[in-house]
């Protein structure tokens, strides 16, 4: 499988402050991919690096090519969704429609009819003017009416309600990907994006944690529940995270483990998540 | 070029409001007058035959103030077309980031030079464009009045307006420029910044000069030079002699403000300027 993105060795810092320290990894292509970190992990640092949109130590190449600035043609290539509040609010919807169509030759006029019709934009309103799920339907239609190898997603959905951010990533799901195409989102919902990811990517301080394959991560590690008072029998196998709950205790280990008449129970990512980078562990 | 009609007319589009801003002045002005004439009229205050006023030939001496008068009637439109270049050129690489939509547009596969020729080409072309309609429609109105009082001369009238015109089409160039260029450097009133950093090298070289008798090149009277001098703005009396036609002071004017070694040095000027701003704007990280 070939690979999207390389990164080798990457560093960026802000004055004192490491952002992501010697960052080495590679995304195969067709794969989606779930990058979680806390706030001030690096994942907006990492993303903006691939883009060259920010400086950086080390190496990346995407699709083959070296990034050492910004290089406005790779966008042919990937699309990149921040924050929706970053369009242009002084154009309206139609305006930034024709810009956006006018500058991209991998636009899909097809795609951008069947999306238009459903999302009830208003053509002539402000961007500005619009709701956040306006202007997430608007970005949505933007970015898949492109046919793009690499889709990019910063937190796409930071301060949409559920029924967008459920309607968002359904879109992408549903629109965007088939197997010779990439996304990498990066979200701090984890448990809204698990369904639909093929690997992960955990990023803590700048540095990359794990990367993995969900279903390999999810078969070696377990929640074992038992009751409290076997306590002593979880904590024997230095479990990551402990739970107590209801008169039990739940505790996430490798699922190799054997314990008798405990419950296993598989972890979610965001267990998974919480027992790598830490919040709640005891 | 599809690229670039689609960048100029994203420009033009978030700049249209500060664009027409001189129209609405000039409409507005226009409109004082027209209601003070309206009062005045009813008031009784002015009794104006036009008759009294009505000259029979037109002198040489005539076209040549026709000449100047109508050059003087671009100076008011040309110093707001100045102000709003400045405002517009001296936030052109800054503005996106003010309203969180550099990414956006950043994301898009258009190259530098393209997005800041587009941004620099709209700032002068949208300001050339309001300032010329401008100065035409003064000129019409002007030429009414006069055609009333029997003193219409289209040719003296139209070239005065029209080498006016064009010296401030050039400073328009130049003025914008160094703002576009200080809009590369510095985030917010980049002009005022950068002439405070000109006056501040200006006045270390004054000093220097002073105290060790060095003659460094003075900023400031470089680009007065540049920018002023030749321009529609100063005007030789001594042409008003009565020796000359207004067509040699159309043609004295014409070279003094367009066919000259100025000119060439203010295009270089500007294009330099553009280039270094276009490689700054590209050299930016984009957070």
């Keep these: 499988m070939a690979d999207v993105i390389k990164m080798k060795n990457v560093t960026k810092n802000y004055g004192k402050i490491s952002a992501l320290d010697n960052v080495s990894l590679t995304i195969p292509k067709g794969r989606i991919i779930g990058l979680f970190?806390?706030?001030g992990a690096g994942k907006t640092t990492l993303l903006r690096c691939v883009l060259g949109f920010l400086k950086f130590e080390g190496d990346i190449t995407f699709m083959d090519m070296p990034i050492t600035r910004h290089y406005p043609e790779i966008h042919e290539h990937v699309a990149f969704i921040p924050d929706v509040n970053c369009l242009d609010g002084r154009l309206t919807v139609a305006q930034t429609i024709e810009y956006v169509s006018a500058l991209n030759s991998s636009w899909n006029q097809e795609t951008a009819k069947k999306?238009?019709?459903?999302?009830?934009?208003?053509?002539?309103?402000?961007?500005?003017?619009?709701?956040?799920?306006?202007?997430?339907?608007l970005y949505l239609l933007l970015t898949l009416s492109l046919d793009v190898e690499l889709l990019l997603l910063d937190e796409p959905t930071l301060g949409l309600?559920?029924?967008?951010?459920?309607?968002?990533?359904?879109?992408?799901?549903?629109?965007?990907?088939?197997e010779n195409k990439t996304i990498i989102i990066s979200t701090h919902q984890v448990e809204e994006v698990e369904h639909i990811l093929h690997d992960i990517i955990f990023i803590d301080d700048g540095k990359i944690i794990l990367q993995d394959e969900v279903e390999k991560l999810k078969q070696n590690y377990a929640i074992y529940s038992i009751s409290s008072d076997r306590e002593e029998e979880i904590l024997k196998h230095n479990p990551m995270i402990i739970n107590r709950m209801l008169g039990k205790i739940y505790a996430l280990m490798q699922s190799d483990i054997d314990i008798a008449d405990a419950e296993v129970i598989r972890p979610t990512l965001a267990e998974l998540f919480m027992a790598k980078v830490g919040g709640y562990d005891e | 070029m599809n690229k670039f009609k689609a960048l100029m007319k994203k420009d033009w589009l978030v700049n249209k409001k500060t664009f027409l801003v001189?129209?609405?002045?000039?409409?507005?002005?226009?409109?004082?007058?027209i209601l003070a004439a309206i009062i005045a009229y009813f008031r009784g205050d002015i009794n104006i035959i036009t008759s009294q006023f009505v000259v029979e030939s037109i002198s040489e001496y005539d076209l040549q103030i026709n000449f100047l008068f109508h050059s003087l009637l671009v100076v008011f439109p040309g110093l707001m077309a100045i102000v709003f270049t400045l405002q517009i050129l001296q936030n052109a690489l800054n503005e996106d980031i003010r309203l969180n939509c550099e990414i956006f547009h950043s994301s898009q596969p258009a190259s530098y030079l393209q997005r800041a020729a587009s941004k620099f080409s709209v700032g002068i072309g949208g300001n050339w464009a309001i300032f010329i309609i401008i100065v035409l429609f003064n000129f019409i109105v002007a030429n009414i009045i006069l055609a009333t009082f029997g003193m219409f001369h289209f040719a003296s009238g139209f070239h005065g307006m029209f080498v006016s015109l064009l010296g401030y089409l050039k400073v328009i160039i130049v003025i914008g420029?160094?703002?576009?260029?200080?809009?590369?450097?510095?985030?917010?009133?980049?002009?005022?910044k950068g002439l405070v950093i000109i006056l501040a090298i200006n006045v270390l070289f004054s000093v220097l000069n002073y105290l060790l008798s060095w003659n460094l090149p003075l900023p400031f009277s470089?680009?007065?030079k540049l920018v002023f001098s030749q321009s529609a703005g100063t005007t030789d009396m001594t042409l008003l002699s009565g020796a000359v036609s207004?067509?040699?002071?159309?043609?004295?004017?014409?070279n003094r403000v367009l066919f000259n070694w100025q000119t060439i040095y203010q295009l270089i000027f500007s294009a330099v300027l553009f280039f270094i701003a276009t490689y700054l704007y590209r050299e930016r990280e984009i957070l």
């Design chain 2, 222 to 224: 470089y680009l007065h």
């Design chain 2, 22 to 33: 001189p129209i609405w002045i000039v409409l507005a002005f226009y409109l004082l007058i």
């Design chain 1, 37 to 39: 970190g806390k706030n």
């Design chain 1, 115 to 137: 999306l238009l019709k459903r999302s009830n934009l208003p053509m002539d309103r402000k961007v500005a003017g619009l709701s956040k799920g306006m202007k997430t339907k």
């Design chain 2, 177 to 192: 420029s160094m703002a576009f260029f200080f809009s590369a450097i510095f985030k917010e009133a980049a002009f005022f």
């Design chain 2, 246 to 254: 207004y067509t040699d002071l159309f043609r004295d004017k014409l």
């Design chain 1, 161 to 178: 309600d559920l029924v967008f951010r459920k309607e968002f990533f359904n879109t992408i799901l549903g629109e965007f990907y088939d």
